[in-house]
């Protein structure tokens, strides 16, 4: 029987991939294709290849651009000499009081995310003699609030989900293998997508992450859990799935690289079939793997090594999330514990009445023995 708000699951033998349409049926004439705007983006969109950024992230600023694009073409603006700065920051007011669908604002980092790219672009512009002044130089971003993590997994709710991906079959084996090497390592969903089949060394338990966020690599621990269900997968499940020389670790069931899209919608799959029903996906796992570790006592800059953040104060976020030891220290050393204690010995005729000096020292060699722990 399921339990309460678990859903049951249905395994069928994948079919094979059937040919897709032919690409020019989803070829469409891009109505911005002729703007001067967008030819001055494709330039720019070239010059950040050339400086070595990642295609991600000249996805996603090209994205950015041609929302500002479509804005300025809505309003009879195709020249970048003729965009001030009282015109970005109309731009910004319309990011500011625009509502999607549901009703609802732009979140405040969707907002940064689209005028960002602006500067960047606009301070191109400028280096590159296309117009005479920066526009953007003096733009007021928006102050983004440090919003702790929405949803957090317990431990027990992880095991679960990873219980869910049963290994009876060699699609069954794969997810196992991806969820525990999601919970192990804490990799973003990118760098997870991205392993190929030897940044992975089971013997030593380590994975190399090529270019991670920022183009940064790194080294980081592989558990010994992790470690046997990926060993398990190279030698049962992978050959069967790739039936082709394929560079990915990690690959589906037709035997090609998974994608992001892909990953996500299986972690959401295995957690609604846990009965878990919370916000996100694959960052559920790097948040459980550093707040856990936090919680049994590892130190925010072994976590900053293992997360791959550029800046400590990224990592000290989890420090909020991870209340458990704090609430133990507080309730082992606050003074109002102590009075609590005395207010119970004066009750009791077996114990005799602590001092004030009794408590002080009691609550110091507390502290200390608490300092001495994070020492260790």
């Not at 050339?50 to 300025?72: D, L, P």
């Amino acid at each position: 029987m399921p339990r309460k708000g678990q859903r049951v699951k249905h395994h069928k033998i994948p079919a094979n991939k059937p040919p897709g349409p032919p690409r020019y049926l989803f070829e469409r004439d891009d109505p911005l294709a002729a703007k001067l705007l967008t030819r001055y983006m494709d330039e720019h969109c070239e010059w950040m290849r050339i400086a070595g950024y990642s295609e991600h992230t000249i996805r996603a600023r090209r994205v950015a651009m041609r929302r500002f694009i479509t804005w300025c073409v809505e309003r009879d603006l195709d020249d970048p000499r003729l965009i001030t700065k009282p015109i970005l920051e109309r731009y910004q007011r319309h990011l500011f009081y625009y509502r999607k669908a549901d009703g609802k604002p732009l979140a405040i980092g969707t907002q940064l995310g689209c005028l960002t790219p602006l500067k960047t672009w606009f301070k191109w512009l400028a280096r590159a003699n296309h117009i005479l002044y920066n526009p953007a130089s003096e733009l007021d971003l928006p102050r983004q609030p440090q919003h702790l993590p929405r949803s957090l997994l317990t431990v027990q709710e992880v095991e679960a989900i990873l219980a869910e991906a049963e290994p009876k079959s060699v699609i069954g084996l794969r997810d196992r293998a991806m969820l525990e090497t999601l919970y192990s390592t804490g990799l973003r969903r990118m760098e997870l997508v991205g392993l190929a089949r030897y940044d992975v060394d089971v013997t030593r338990g380590l994975v190399f992450v090529r270019e991670g966020k920022g183009g940064r690599d790194r080294v980081v621990p592989l558990g010994d859990r992790a470690c046997a269900w990926v060993e398990r997968y190279l030698n049962e499940a992978r050959p069967e799935l790739a039936l082709h020389e394929v560079e990915a670790l990690f690959v589906t069931d037709y035997g090609e690289p998974i994608n992001p899209v892909f990953l996500a919608s299986k972690v959401k799959r295995y957690m609604a079939f846990a009965g878990i029903n919370k916000i996100g996906a694959c960052h559920l796992f790097r948040h459980a793997c550093a707040t856990h570790m936090l919680e049994n006592g590892a130190d925010t800059r072994f976590i900053q090594a293992l997360l791959g953040h550029a800046k400590l104060e990224t990592t000290q976020i989890y420090t909020h999330v991870s209340i458990e030891k704090l609430k133990e220290i507080h309730a082992a050393t606050h003074p109002a514990r102590l009075e609590r204690l005395q207010r119970v010995d004066r009750e009791s005729d077996d114990n005799p009445r602590p001092t004030t000096e009794d408590a002080r020292a009691q609550l110091l060699a507390r502290l200390a023995a608490e300092s001495d722990d994070e020492d260790g």
